[in-house]
């Protein structure tokens, strides 16, 4: 599950520069900021016939708190459909239109999109790795996470995988909810070779971590990598909270928070949304570029291999049985033996 970190990084205090405090890390968001508020500006403008003044407010509320305003024009807002140059005028114009609306010449117009593509991808991905960390720290969670903290957290980010995903597939594109692998047509079929696949994928997890500290080890030495995989498993904020006492209820919680909501939210994005925008490129390159997402948002160096693995069976359960609810249970076994392992030390 794709979380806060719950350790407070030591870092040296920010330079100072007329009294405004300042950091690498602050130019470099107020950059990507400015970029993707120009972006937005000319996209918006190439893609529809809206008054300057919409423009501008687009531009202003990427500029000022692009968390909130990119993701509502990726997903919401913006026109979807490849954008050509007029022949005419030479400047951006949606594809899928009899005429450019800029300067109304006849253009050779492909039909209308029905397929999302990386920009919904792009959007959905802004809320859960910028807009809720933000939200997460503006509410004093960012170092020290209570279980209830964690559970709110898990259902707000997986609810939002769901509702963002289906609104884009059903109402932006207006396709059912099978186009994302929803379908339970040979569901005992399905849960059953997803059973077996999630066993199996236990052990394949196990060592492919293996390998993944033998690789490092390699570059750090073999004590470095081990303790480096030891923290990576400790900064887990999970891992603190299943280490303390907890009551039966808890646990039950815990198990069906991570080990089923956590398991279809993510599945219903990066299977569903993430690997479903990148099929059009080929089943392994996205199989592939998916996973590697996958991996990428968990923030971790050592399971970033384990996690890749598991991501590329995953796509590749999807691909074969145009379902989700296979991987959805390979997902599932994997978070409930990471559970259990934790909870009773299992040495797996």
Request: glycine fraction near 8%; include cysteine.
């Amino acid at each position: 599950m794709p979380a806060i970190s719950a350790r407070k990084e030591g870092c040296p205090g920010p330079a100072k520069h007329g009294g405004v405090p300042f950091s690498p890390a602050i130019a470099l968001i107020l950059t990507v900021s400015a970029l993707a508020a120009a972006w937005v500006y000319f996209d918006y403008r190439s893609r529809t016939d809206g008054p300057m003044w919409e423009r501008i407010a687009w531009w202003l509320g990427t500029l000022l708190a692009l968390p909130i305003f990119l993701p509502i024009y990726l997903v919401a807002a913006r026109p979807p459909g490849r954008l050509v140059r007029c022949p005419s005028c030479r400047r951006p114009t949606l594809a899928h239109r009899a005429a450019c609306r800029h300067c109304g010449s006849g253009i050779a117009f492909e039909p209308a999109p029905r397929l999302w593509g990386l920009p919904e991808v792009v959007g959905i991905s802004v809320v859960f790795m910028l807009a809720l960390p933000l939200i997460a720290r503006a509410l004093g969670m960012d170092l020290e996470f209570s279980l209830t903290e964690v559970v709110t957290l898990a259902v707000v980010q997986n609810g939002l995988f769901i509702g963002l995903t289906l609104y884009v597939v059903r109402t932006r594109y207006g396709l059912p909810a099978t186009a994302l692998g929803l379908r339970l047509e040979r569901w005992p079929a399905w849960t059953a070779g997803g059973l077996i696949a999630g066993a199996l994928s236990v052990p394949v997890s196990t060592r492919s971590e293996d390998l993944a500290i033998t690789i490092i080890a390699y570059f750090t030495g073999r004590a470095r990598a081990e303790a480096l995989a030891e923290e990576e498993h400790l900064s887990d904020v999970l891992t603190s909270i299943l280490q303390g006492p907890l009551t039966t209820d808890q646990i039950v919680l815990i198990v069906l928070v991570i080990s089923v909501l956590v398991p279809i939210g993510e599945e219903v994005f990066f299977r569903g949304l993430v690997y479903g925008a990148l099929r059009r490129w080929g089943v392994p390159l996205a199989a592939a570029l998916s996973a590697f997402f996958f991996s990428a948002v968990h923030q971790q160096i050592v399971h970033f291999l384990p996690i890749f693995i598991l991501g590329v069976i995953l796509a590749l359960l999807y691909e074969r049985t145009g379902s989700l609810l296979p991987s959805m249970l390979v997902h599932a076994v994997n978070n409930l033996v990471a559970i259990l392992g934790t909870l009773y030390d299992w040495n797996i």
